[in-house]
């Protein structure tokens, strides 16, 4: 038990583990569902409100209250998704407020890179420490055809700003497709050769939209370790508020690669993460079922210690794994849903 003091009362919490023995550090916090892109994994057709308005989403008063929750209960790192988290127009704020917990020793963005060019710098002012881009190709027209938009220099640029801004690594994540960029590894290779550039592919993932593509385009990233492993890539060992990534590094390169693979047998076994989504749903697991709403202890700061508890309460029901290979992707129907 750790003592954690929340506006002078002090509350005995425990960290975060479930019942598998597994520790939570780390918060995925989506800050809306709504997205620019229409990447064909994802939002094909484009966002459409899921019967809910913008006005639905967490406000920034909110936001604070549920990452102070979070850090009383160990939370070290923090990532806003979305949808496109920059889409918010108080999004250098909400990095603020998140900033405010000094436990909180990392905070993260996932975004499609659009606003980086214009906003990076702002954001590591407010206290952001790390950047994740979506680039799924390198070759522009075929980010065109895979995300609806023609902004492929404009993305490019911004991950140069995110350096620029101050940023000693930036990561991307590329999802892996079949016959899409499977086999576009040595062109990536190339890209992250001079650059501290974290690439990350990650496998493709069932949703409830997505059963055809899947179906489709799916390939184990263990193709892409295999082929690493014979180039002399050298596995590195894990930091407990790390991603589920298995990364890679080769001495001849600045840059390093992730492995995403949620179809990997011991993928669960190595879960550190909780996600909120954007309507203020704790979510035990990206492909899980429901959720636990924490809305209604989010109105003021009195039911501090009320959110906490439920926090730790909803924890016992986390499954061990997720049901991917029954087929069974709960309630994602798309991975802006719940911040991915």
């Not at 140069?160 to 079949?178: I, S």
């Not at 996600?275 to 809305?295: A, E, N, P, T």
């Not at 926090?311 to 994602?332: C, S, V």
Request: aromatic content about 10%; proline content about 2%; overall charge positive.
């Amino acid at each position: 038990m750790t003592a954690s003091p929340v506006f002078g009362k002090v509350y005995m919490v425990s960290q975060l583990t479930d019942a598998f023995a597994r520790k939570f550090y780390y918060l995925r916090l989506s800050i809306t569902d709504v997205c620019n892109f229409r990447c064909t994994y994802c939002l094909p057709d484009g966002y459409k409100p899921a019967g809910a308005t913008n006005k639905s989403f967490l406000s920034l008063d909110e936001i604070r209250r549920v990452t102070r929750a979070f850090a009383a209960l160990g939370t070290e790192k923090v990532r806003l998704t979305g949808g496109e988290p920059s889409l918010r127009r108080d999004f250098t704020d909400i990095i603020a407020a998140v900033r405010e917990n000094a436990a909180i020793r990392q905070i993260a963005v996932t975004t499609n890179g659009y606003r980086l060019a214009r906003d990076v710098k702002a954001w590591r002012d407010a206290g952001l420490t790390a950047v994740n881009v979506s680039v799924d190709s390198l070759d522009a027209r075929q980010f065109h055809a895979i995300t609806g938009q023609d902004k492929f220099r404009q993305v490019m640029a911004g991950i140069d700003a995110a350096f620029a801004a101050g940023f000693e690594r930036v990561k991307v994540n590329t999802v892996l497709m079949r016959d899409v960029n499977h086999h576009q590894l040595d062109t990536f290779l190339a890209w992250i050769k001079p650059r501290r550039i974290q690439l990350r592919f990650i496998e493709l993932m069932e949703t409830g939209e997505g059963g055809s593509l899947f179906r489709e385009h799916h390939i184990s990233g263990a193709t892409i370790r295999d082929e690493l492993l014979k180039r002399g890539w050298i596995h590195q060992l894990r930091n407990r508020a790390d991603g589920p990534a298995q990364v890679f590094c080769h001495p001849d390169y600045e840059g390093e690669i992730g492995l995403i693979m949620p179809y990997d047998k011991d993928f669960c076994a190595s879960c550190n993460r909780l996600r909120v989504s954007s309507s203020g749903k704790l979510h035990l697991c990206l492909f899980g079922d429901g959720g636990v709403s924490l809305r209604e202890l989010l109105a003021d700061d009195s039911q501090q210690g009320a959110l906490i508890a439920r926090i730790e309460e909803a924890l016992t029901y986390k499954k061990q794994t997720h049901f991917l290979h029954d087929g069974n992707t709960g309630i994602t129907q798309n991975l802006s849903y719940i911040g991915g």
